[in-house]
């Protein structure tokens, strides 16, 4: 079980804005820079999101991240069938010493 | 752009060992941290090593505490994760990841991945 909290599914029509949440606590979110990455079935993750609202070259401008607290969200506007793949929000863990993933969020395009 | 290749994986019994290894091209290898990630069959992604790039500092998952070593060698440009005491709950597809951030690991971020080597724990 996760100490990152995210909803197992979300899902939108295409061209519609959906939103992934990431809850936390002061050990990892609240203290640390949040990471999303996207993951499609046998293929390696990809970086969508560092440091909390940064998106990497390459990554369209329909991703976007944000963070308050001890929770983060990333937001898929414009949806495409081809956003259809699991998310993960991830963090350092002061506690843990180490790196904690979330359970992941599946996003369907309807 | 890099690239990480990660190889070694296969069957093995229960209680056996096994070391993976991940070939890095395309980047200064010797100057970045680097990670092993896991996913389990039907589950999410589980981070479960980290090694600075000197090999001065090692973080493992609790999962993983005690049975797994990781270790690096710069001059190859390879990383291993040698696994012992494996268990059925071992069995995952074993992801290779740079981290790239400042000298505080806890900025990384995990931009460069392999894809993947399966491993397989069973009798």
């Known amino acids: 079980q996760s100490v990152l909290t995210q909803p197992p599914s979300a899902s939108g029509t295409p061209g519609q804005r959906v939103t992934i949440s990431c809850s936390g606590s002061s050990s990892n979110v609240g203290n640390n820079v949040v990471n999303w990455y996207q993951h499609l079935p046998g293929r390696a993750p990809k970086l969508l999101i560092y440091?909390?609202?940064q998106r990497p070259s390459g990554v369209p401008a329909r991703f976007s991240g944000s963070k308050s607290g001890t929770s983060a969200s990333l937001a898929i506007s414009g949806l495409q069938s081809d956003d259809e793949a699991d998310y993960y929000c991830?963090?350092?863990?002061?506690?843990?010493?180490?790196?904690?993933f979330g359970p992941g969020t599946k996003v369907t395009v309807l | 752009e890099g690239q990480l290749a990660e190889s070694g994986g296969g069957l093995v019994q229960p209680g056996g060992s096994l070391k993976l290894s991940c070939g890095a091209s395309g980047f200064f290898f010797s100057l970045q941290s680097m990670n092993w990630v896991r996913q389990a069959p039907g589950k999410g992604l589980e981070w479960i090593s980290y090694i600075s790039s000197r090999s001065t500092a090692e973080y493992y998952a609790d999962s993983v505490q005690g049975r797994f070593t990781i270790s690096r060698d710069n001059a190859k440009n390879s990383l291993y994760l040698q696994m012992n005491s494996l268990r059925a709950d071992d069995t995952a597809v074993y992801f290779c990841?740079?981290?790239?951030?400042?000298?505080?690991?806890?900025?990384?971020?995990?931009?460069?991945w392999g894809q993947g080597t399966l491993v397989t724990v069973s009798s």
């Open positions: 991830a963090s350092a863990d002061d506690t843990l010493n180490g790196y904690v």
């Open positions: 440091s909390d609202d």
């Open positions: 990841a740079r981290g790239l951030g400042n000298t505080n690991y806890r900025t990384h971020r995990f931009d460069i």
